[in-house]
């Protein structure tokens, strides 16, 4: 786990990437809480309020004496919330990076373009 | 919920020095608590007043509703595991064991056999005898298989190797998500527990100087590094724990930095680097006498 942010944060965040990445596909059950703990070797407890931050996002849902499952439509949302968050999370660094070394905007863009043919090649 | 213990006021003099400082402080049923701080801080003698093995100077103490000492309903629920643990001198591990269904009235004894197996703990052999590790294996054991619905280890892993480190703590988290209890870890190896705790008392000098969550505690404090001059001008008013620099460059570890600040320090130029709950611990308790006095 990393240093300086929440467990429980990071613990709803792999469950995220998982539903994103189609690993969890909708209208599966993830793995309980007590699985998590003993996977990530942290206090179920903090596992627990991470899957219950997703439960309270809607992303999870809670099925009685069975456990938690993908919502229908959670991937989409997730997707959504990370596009929104982007920007702000990636391209802003990116250029504060650039301006500190001198590489002005259009040069980072078209880094980036051939970088992505390189990556399609 | 309801504190199973319930401590305020306690004081504990040995002579003239208070071992244990107007400490005041609850625990709740079923979570993992870290108890640290410096050799000398004052852990065991707070554990021993809290299990009833010595007697406080002034302050109360309530355990499970009621003072420990000699209240039998009360000390059947303790688990108590010191890190030098007296046996007597012709003992075997299976004798410890043996004896430990008669004070532990939750003892489960496939589990400690299970556990006597996988720490590969020689249970026919002198006490006497046995290795620093293997001694530190008879507390382990005995701490998790008695199931107590309070239980304290108190430096549980001398001489345990890293494998039997790992085992013991992959052993305490399955048992306690499955049969939730209050345990109490006081411990110096920070870093290898840190995610298992839930709240963290540190005490230093006798005097508990932190009482948080862990989660909380996590992510709040944060190292400031950048110029020497824009650095001062951030943590202008603010509490410094600990300042460090080389050349032009300094860094500065404050604590409780909120989103805003973090935002502020950023646009400043700042670079916030983590700290680890060992890291802050030792931040907190590594001050010297004249430091603290200057404070």
């Known amino acids: 786990m990393d240093e300086g942010r929440p467990i429980y944060s990071q613990v709803a965040e792999q469950i995220e990437n998982d539903i994103i990445a189609g690993r969890l596909p909708e209208d599966t059950q993830v793995p309980s809480t007590n699985e998590f703990a003993a996977y990530l070797r942290i206090n179920p407890a903090t596992a627990g309020k991470g899957v219950n931050l997703l439960v309270d996002e809607g992303i999870l849902y809670k099925k009685r004496g069975i456990g938690m499952f993908v919502s229908p439509g959670a991937r989409e949302r997730l997707i959504a919330a990370r596009r929104d968050r982007f920007r702000s999370q990636y391209v802003a660094p990116l250029l504060a990076e650039a301006a500190k070394l001198g590489i002005p905007a259009d040069q980072v863009a078209a880094m980036i373009r051939t970088n992505d043919e390189g990556m399609r090649r | 919920m309801n504190a199973i213990v319930e401590v305020s006021g306690l004081t504990k003099r040995y002579g003239s020095l208070a071992a244990v400082d107007e400490v005041g402080f609850t625990l709740e049923p079923g979570r993992v608590y870290g108890l640290l701080g410096r050799n000398g801080a004052g852990k065991t003698t707070l554990m021993s007043l809290l299990t ?244």
């Not at chain 2, 703990?121 to 005995?142: C, E, F, H, N, T």
Request: charged share 25%; proline share 4%; aromatic share 6%.
């Open chain 2, 52 to 295: 009833g093995q010595e007697f406080a100077t002034e302050g109360r103490i309530e355990v499970f509703g009621r003072s420990p000492v000699e209240h039998a309903d009360v000390l059947d629920q303790l688990c108590f595991i010191r890190e030098s643990q007296r046996y007597p001198d012709d003992f075997e591990p299976r004798h410890v064991l043996r004896s430990a269904e008669w004070f532990f009235p939750n003892w489960d004894a496939a589990f400690a056999q299970q556990l006597v197996e996988e720490f590969r703990l020689p249970v026919k052999r002198k006490i006497k005898k046995l290795s620093r590790g293997q001694l530190s294996a008879v507390g382990v054991i005995v701490g998790l298989a008695s199931r107590a619905p309070l239980t304290f280890f108190d430096e549980p892993y001398l001489g345990l190797d890293a494998s039997a480190r790992q085992l013991f703590y992959d052993r305490l988290l399955a048992d306690i998500a499955e049969r939730p209890r209050t345990v109490v870890l006081s411990t110096h190896l920070i870093d290898e527990v840190a995610d298992l705790l839930e709240h963290v008392l540190v005490i230093d000098r006798g005097r508990l100087i932190v009482d948080a969550d862990a989660e909380e505690l996590r992510g709040t404090a944060a190292s400031v590094v950048g110029p020497r001059a824009a650095v001062d001008a951030f943590v202008a008013g603010r509490e410094v724990l600990h300042r460090d620099g080389i050349g032009g460059l300094s860094s500065a570890t404050v604590s409780r930095l909120s989103e805003a600040e973090r935002a502020e320090a950023a646009a400043a130029g700042l670079e916030l680097a983590p700290v680890s709950l060992q890291q802050l611990v030792v931040r907190l308790t590594g001050a010297t006498d004249s430091e603290v006095e200057n404070r």
